[in-house]
């Protein structure tokens, strides 16, 4: 353990357990003790019931020889019952949770350890394409993906985010061509009208240029020609190139800033990047015999993945003019992250329609002898924002929606909703707070939600001060705030003789699974885990308010109530601060 960790109750009494099973049955020794939490005691353990076959013996009768040897070295544990066919019902000491609680609230981290300590993360997520608008599309993979950076990099490991942006291939050409025949076009961001984004002109010039392009073969010539150019680093060529990188840049920073994530561009690694390493990966995985010619092109048979025609499936790794494509460049990446990067551990945060050409890349790296035992690579798939249709979200004309009219929508909408709730507001404290809750609110919907599960983009309720929202979950926060700034925020302490009342109990116990419920995101990839655990959380803190009276209370029950603010207050905007998410003290 750290210096600042706290192992949590649910971990003491699950080891006080481990011991009693390997002293009431030592061939058993090293069994789960499954424990959890329980509405009928502080913890139940289901371990007779589980290992009673192997024991070969009534759970019943496997119980109480658990619970006898409890009685005997109990630990943390005050009492313990058994009930039905042979559950153990377990109570901590009052004392022994008090204790708890203190010594989170005296650690700087909430008493939540290091486990990923040492592991190099690459996260790939969020990845626009360059001269194009970022949409609702976007929303999923770089809010998931900012949330993970967080959370890993709270427990310990090595961060580093990665936006692979799409800023090479035919397109460009296209359209840096057009853009020279065309010198009065105008996407400079200080050309255009305020409100404008240079990117939204370019992405309009682009479609000019498709339109062109398909409908005049001299023009589709004079294109290709620059894609040449482009590709063998033409000055000129190269210098607009970067011009449109550096424009499009701007227009990303804006959302990310809106959104509050930390991609930076110094993350912002392009498929240009690995253009030069693409012909060394194509003869590393030829001369290795992994890589074969078929029909004028180069490609990798999958031994996992079969076609329609149950024919192994192919992964282009050469097209037959030369040419490279999406498979070569995640190739090269994923050599680049672990020979380079000396990551050992790559996440790629994108859609679950995705999840079989990773499967090829994976298998692919694993053959080559890239991704070795050591280092694990995964796919982290989410489903699809739904409109209120159930249908991908689209705009009433069917176009992509823009994820800038998206936020804006959502902060006017939570606007209308604090403005109500809270009228006397200035205007300017009450865009302060509608933008902190709307952004929140985008954000908590689509990370509450399973990961791997479609979701409907509803702002109504989004934005609800009810139910489980992000809105829910800071209105939780400022009202905590507003107990302790009656308070005058005093330095309490924890008076550990005193008797917890049942809503304490509930809310005390909350606050010590924070870290196991943090851990558990940092595990299986799933920020909804988080997100049920502060709703449950602010949840138990409703109840204990509405049963405990705080400020009216004597001491030292007073000290301990405000305590229990205190710790709750904290856990709830360090858990937000983990799914990005700002904690306002008024709303």
């Given amino acids: 353990m750290t210096n600042h960790e706290v192992l949590p109750l649910l971990g003491q009494v699950a080891d006080s357990v481990s011991q009693a099973i390997a002293h009431a049955r030592p061939e058993l020794a090293g069994a789960d003790p499954v424990i959890r939490r329980s509405e009928h005691a502080d913890f139940q353990s289901n ?73 190099r993360t690459v996260i790939d997520y969020s990845a626009p394409n360059i001269a194009k608008e970022m949409h609702v599309g976007h929303l999923r993979t770089t809010i998931i993906g900012d949330s993970l950076a967080r959370v890993l990099g709270f427990l310990g490991a090595e961060v580093i985010r990665q936006n692979h942006l799409g800023d090479w291939g035919t397109q460009f050409g296209m359209l840096i061509q057009y853009l020279d025949e065309h010198p009065q076009a105008t996407w400079h961001h200080d ?16 479609r000019a240029a498709r339109a062109a392009f398909d409908a005049d073969p001299d023009f589709a010539d004079r294109s290709r020609r620059r894609v040449v150019a482009l590709q063998s680093g033409d000055p000129a060529t190269i210098a607009r190139w970067k011009e449109i990188v550096a424009e499009s840049e701007k227009a990303f920073r804006d959302i990310y800033d809106r959104l509050g994530v930390l991609l930076t561009p110094e993350d912002s690694v392009g498929e240009s990047f690995y253009n030069h390493l693409l012909a060394d990966v194509v003869t590393e995985l030829t001369e290795a015999g992994i890589a074969v010619e078929s029909e004028g092109a180069i490609v990798i048979f999958s031994e996992e993945v079969t076609g329609p025609d149950g024919n192994p499936a192919p992964l282009m790794v050469r097209k037959r003019d030369g040419g490279y494509g999406y498979d070569t460049t995640d190739l090269a990446t994923i050599r680049y992250r672990i020979h380079d990067l000396k990551a050992n551990r790559l996440l790629y945060v994108t859609d679950s329609r995705q999840a079989l050409h990773f499967q090829m890349i994976f298998e692919a790296a694993r053959r080559a002898g890239w991704l070795t035992d050591g280092i694990e690579a995964a796919h982290v798939p989410y489903g699809t924002v739904l409109g209120p249709d159930g249908r ?74 009810t139910g489980n929202t992000g809105v829910y979950l800071q209105y939780a926060h400022t009202r905590i705030r507003s107990i302790l700034r009656r308070a005058g925020d005093p330095d309490v302490d924890i008076d550990p003789t005193v008797e917890l009342q049942p809503a304490e109990r509930a809310l005390a116990l909350e606050l010590d699974a924070y870290g196991t419920a943090v851990t558990e995101v940092g595990d299986t990839l799933e920020p909804h885990r988080l997100c049920g655990y502060l709703y449950d959380l602010a949840r138990d803190f409703t109840t204990f308010y509405e049963s405990c009276h705080v400020l009216g209370a004597e001491e030292p029950i007073r000290s301990n109530r405000l305590a229990l603010c205190q710790l709750t207050a904290r856990t709830l905007q360090h858990g937000l601060g983990l799914l990005g998410i700002s904690a306002p003290e008024r709303m």
């Fill in 191 to 206: 050309e255009l009208e305020p409100g404008t984004s240079a990117v939204s002109a370019l992405d309009e010039l682009y």
């Fill in 392 to 465: 991908p979200f689209k705009t009433r004309s069917g176009g992509t929606v823009r994820l800038m009219d998206l936020l804006d929508d959502a902060v006017a909408r939570a606007r209308a909703v604090v403005h109500e709730k809270n009228p006397e507001l200035d205007a300017d404290e009450l865009d302060r707070i509608a933008e902190q809750a709307g952004i929140g609110a985008v954000k908590y919907a689509d990370l509450s939600s399973s990961r791997i599960k479609d979701y409907v983009f509803d702002v109504d309720r989004m934005v609800s001060f």
């Fill in 47 to 119: 371990a007779a019931l589980a290992l009673a076959k192997r024991a070969r013996t009534k759970p019943a009768d496997l119980a109480q020889a658990l619970s006898a040897a409890l009685a005997d070295d109990r630990g943390p544990i005050a009492r313990v019952e058994v009930s039905g066919p042979g559950f153990l019902n377990i109570t901590v000491p009052d004392q022994v949770i008090w204790n708890q609680l203190a010594a989170r609230l005296a650690s700087p981290r909430l008493g939540v350890g290091t486990p990923h300590d040492g592991q």
